[in-house]
């Protein structure tokens, strides 16, 4: 409506101006070089405006004429990039759905149009990684480390390729270089991260985790600050007793609930007399997440060394859990150290019924101190097929005491508090579980409970720990495309065992 008012308003103005003129005639004379022209105003207007208006279209067609290549250029450019474009949204359908040829046909068509361009890179890797081609995917990721738009995703793509064929060293080479090129990339900071706990390089681990604090959420910043201390004073505890307690009680405060940072904590707060807050923090723990651990270092606190002190203290510590197996067991512990074997059956009692193996052999230490070598044996023999007792173990690997990161995978705060064969979480997990880690090896679980961290045992041993049998999980849903951290399924002939013949007539009978 405005713009109608306005237009109606400019012709109106110009309509007064021309009868303004109309009403006011006048001649206009011109003589130049002897040449004399004599017109009226109107002609003369309207004479200039004719010029003008041939003066446009006449430079509109020496324009159209000269630029002519350039809108030819533009065109042709403009459809090879439809093509182009075409062609890379079918080249990538068609790695997301598995067609190997499709997609390899598409990836050349794409680098014949558009060569160079970054996701006709990206569809080549991809393409190659399908058909299962690994050294063109690795061309092409070096090709894109080049460029300074593709530097990360090429980098990124070697890294897994690295991964993939067990080249750890090349793998953390690309995840340095990476990091240094773009710090705010996750896989590499996590990388990086894992080689430097890997070395047992504590301090570079946490100067590298407050560089990338700003990328983490709060709660995972202070949960893996958490573990680093708490490694970090595991593998400093003989050479300075100082330093490791006040890196485990930073680390208690970051993660009230990290059992191996509490435990040390108390233990080492407990050397220096400090009953009182060496009892605050492995209670706060122990109420979250009661822990054979916690109550070994509960056991150690208090100025009284006798066993019915200890036995005070532990019926003290299982009523912060009322319920709780770890608590019973405890309580029978020191209950059988103190030779109050009543307490000691009664705290058992609620669990006799379907009795773990700790439970089993704990009750034959009762029997046997007790006097009754049969009954000590009888629940030593149910001890071998009784249930298991919780574990530490990441990803299949079961170890007698905490460790930092997993031996497996390499995995920072790796370690549960759980049921090794069945996966059964004793209490609130400490750890998220990561789906994508699998067991290098397979053996059996010791028949002994496992034994508690020890103070004369190094924080990172070379080897140790058994591996339970990985569970089946369900598989994860594919992707419609391929991301370059997960480029492809490996390529897997399928077996031409035949199928044994259906039994039929008499044997079917007989079956």
């Known amino acids: 409506m405005i713009r109608v008012v306005l237009f109606l308003i400019v012709v109106g103005a110009l309509s007064l101006g021309v009868a303004w003129l109309a009403d006011r005639p006048g001649d206009v004379v011109i003589t130049w070089q002897g040449l004399r022209i004599e017109t009226s105003l109107m002609v003369l207007a309207a004479a200039t405006i004719a010029a003008m208006i041939m003066l446009a279209i006449v430079w509109s067609v020496i324009r159209a004429i000269v630029r002519s290549p350039v809108v030819l250029a533009t065109l042709l450019r403009n459809r090879r990039g439809v093509r182009a474009y075409e062609a890379i949204s079918n080249g990538l ?33 991809q393409a190659a990684q399908l058909a299962g ?37 090349a793998a953390y080479s690309y995840a340095e270089e990476a990091a240094r090129s773009a710090p705010s990339l996750g896989w590499a900071g996590r990388a990086v991260l894992e080689l430097r706990c890997a070395t047992g390089d504590w301090a570079g681990a946490l100067a590298l985790l407050e560089q990338n604090r700003l990328v983490l959420d709060k709660a995972s910043y202070r949960r893996q600050r958490a573990v680093l ?43 220096g007399g400090q009953m009182r807050k060496a009892t605050r923090v492995i209670d706060r723990a122990w109420r979250a997440n009661p822990h054979p651990e916690l109550a070994q270092a509960y056991a150690g606190l208090g100025s009284g060394d006798a066993a019915r002190d200890r036995l005070s203290r532990m019926e003290y510590l299982a009523k912060r859990a009322p319920g709780n197996v770890e608590g019973a067991l405890a309580v029978a512990r020191a209950a059988l150290d103190a030779r109050e074997f009543a307490k000691a059956r009664a705290a058992l009692e609620p669990y006799l019924a379907a009795p773990t193996t700790r439970i089993a052999v704990l009750t034959a230490a009762i029997e046997r101190a007790e006097g009754d070598e049969g009954r000590a044996r009888e629940w030593l023999a149910r001890a071998l097929h009784a249930a298991p007792d919780p574990a530490w173990t990441a ?14 995978s390499g995995r920072l705060d790796a370690f549960e508090w759980r049921v090794p064969l069945t996966g059964i979480v004793s209490t609130a997990p400490l750890i998220e579980p990561e789906a994508d880690a699998t067991p290098s090896a397979v053996a059996p679980l010791p028949a002994e409970p496992a034994a508690t961290h020890d103070e004369d045992t190094p924080p990172l041993p070379a080897n140790g720990g058994t591996v339970a049998p990985s569970l089946p999980r369900a598989q994860p849903i594919i992707p419609l495309v391929h991301a370059p951290d997960d480029p ?23 079956g």
Do not use: C
């Open 93 to 125: 359908i068609a790695v997301g759905s598995g067609d190997v040829a499709a997609a390899r046909m598409l990836s050349a068509e794409v680098n014949r149009i558009a060569p160079g361009e970054p996701l006709a890179l990206l569809l080549s890797a």
């Open 395 to 408: 990803d299949g690997y079961v170890s007698d005491r905490w460790l930092p990161v997993s031996p497996v």
């Open 229 to 271: 201390l708490t490694a970090r004073a595991l593998a400093t505890e003989e050479a300075d007793r100082e330093a490791a307690k006040a890196a485990a009680l930073d680390a208690a405060k970051l993660a009230p609930t990290l059992v191996p940072a509490a435990a040390l904590a108390g233990r080492l707060l407990a050397e």
């Open 488 to 510: 492809g399924p490996d390529i897997v002939e399928e077996s031409e065992t035949p199928e044994e013949p259906q039994s039929g007539g008499w044997r079917k009978i007989f």
């Open 133 to 169: 081609d690994r050294e063109s995917a690795e061309r092409v990721f070096r090709a894109m480390t080049s460029r300074d738009d593709t530097k990360a995703l090429g980098l990124h793509g070697l890294f897994i390729e690295a991964r993939r064929r067990d080249d750890r060293a």
